[in-house]
DNA sequence: TATTTTAGTTAACAGTGTTAGCAAAAATAA
DNA sequence: TTATTTTTGCTAACACTGTTAACTAAAATA
């Protein structure tokens, strides 16, 4: 009987349905605004259907946060594959992080809980793990085919991303909008950094 | 006659009521959890009187933001004036800017919007303008006694500003509290820096 | 057809920031 | 000292927020 995929299938539709409506509000009005009467709203369904498929609105942010460093992940991925040398890929992975987070704005907020309460489930989601695996084993790399292979990787991981992240920080404090100039200060911090970790 | 003096030492000790009030709730129970009804209870006032020394929620918040940004112009400032040689300042200026980061949570998480929603007229405090400055300056100075006197200051300036508020960010992330070996990283990243600024 | 399960609803609770309208107290003027 | 005006502070409400208990109507099963 098909009836139970059925029910499932219209299930996960509501559950789809109210992902792709928080988002649509996230975008127009940010994640200040965004309220479970808003979504319900959007989806033409009463406010208790939502608690139907999340346990409260912390729940909907974290579906949020992993997608978001999912989405990190990948493109840091992607680029870390389009290169062989552990330096270059460095760099432009660098690129790429402030890339990522200027182009999606509403995630990157969201995952580092830039001027909003974000869930302080943060540190345990898979997927932030999967994208500073990522960045760790690239410094290794570097590092192993450094001039000083004894560094403590894991402090030059911690360098490195928290580079990356005051950066983009400072940037969405000062304006918002990433200044075409500004770019040149990533590559500039990137390439003292790589210097220092492989010279 | 005196009377107008008394009221209006009567209204200010109002005003350092509530932001006490409101500071203490903050220690206690964190900047989420501050509202106005509990500085209304505090202070054993109605609601309204705090609309009568604060425009709204907002600006009590941003009273707290100067505040924390004058402590903090006030620490780097001391620390500058203990050294003598650039490199030596920006060294120990980026010790003491973890280390207020850490001493003061409550006032950096505010002054950044750290998991809080903050005043989005950071960038027009004059007392951050006041704390950069102290910053650029020293890089100036760093700069103009290096091996490369062309260096772009603001960009060094941005790159040092970020990679501290980069390490702060992501350690107040993962644990919340500061590891002592951690504070390796920051004397570690301000070495790279400095020696990449200097030579 | 009767019964049970499920889906979705309304209405409420407890909290938030903010403000209009009013009463009482205090300061000033007569 | 009394009358008037100003100031001070209060109650009560509005419009929101997240969350949940209790109920109805529809759908699936026996």
């Known amino acids: ?22 988002w649509q509000l996230v975008i127009t009005d940010g994640w200040q605004s965004l309220s479970i009467r808003k979504i319900a709203d959007a989806i033409e369904y009463s406010i208790p259907v939502i ?3 999340f346990e409260n609105k912390e729940a909907i942010l974290l579906e949020f946060t992993k997608e978001g460093f999912e989405k990190l992940a990948e493109t840091l991925r992607e680029v870390k594959t389009a ?8 760099a432009a992975m660098g690129d790429a992080y402030w890339d990522f987070a200027f182009d999606n704005k509403e995630y990157y907020q969201l995952m580092f809980g830039l001027g909003i309460p974000a869930c302080d489930t943060v540190k345990k989601v898979p997927e932030l793990q999967e994208m500073t695996a990522l960045m760790i084993s690239t410094i290794k790399e570097a590092i192993a085919g450094s001039k000083n292979p004894e560094a403590d990787y894991f402090l030059k991981f911690h360098t ?7 950066l983009v920080s400072i940037q969405m404090i000062e304006s918002g909008k990433p200044d075409v100039t500004k770019k040149m200060i990533v590559q500039d911090a990137m390439a003292g950094f790589t210097k220092a970790l492989v010279d």
Chains 1, 2 share one sequence.
């Not at 029910?7 to 349905?17: A, M, P, T, Y």
């Not at 490195?160 to 005051?166: A, E, F, K, V």
């Open 160 to 166: 490195y991303w928290s580079i990356l992240h005051g």
């Open 51 to 53: 608690y139907n498929h």
């Open 1 to 22: 009987m098909g009836i139970a995929e059925r029910k499932l299938r219209h299930k996960e539709s509501i559950r789809i349905g109210i992902l792709e409506a928080a």
């Open 83 to 90: 290169h062989t040398d552990p330096a270059q890929q460095l």
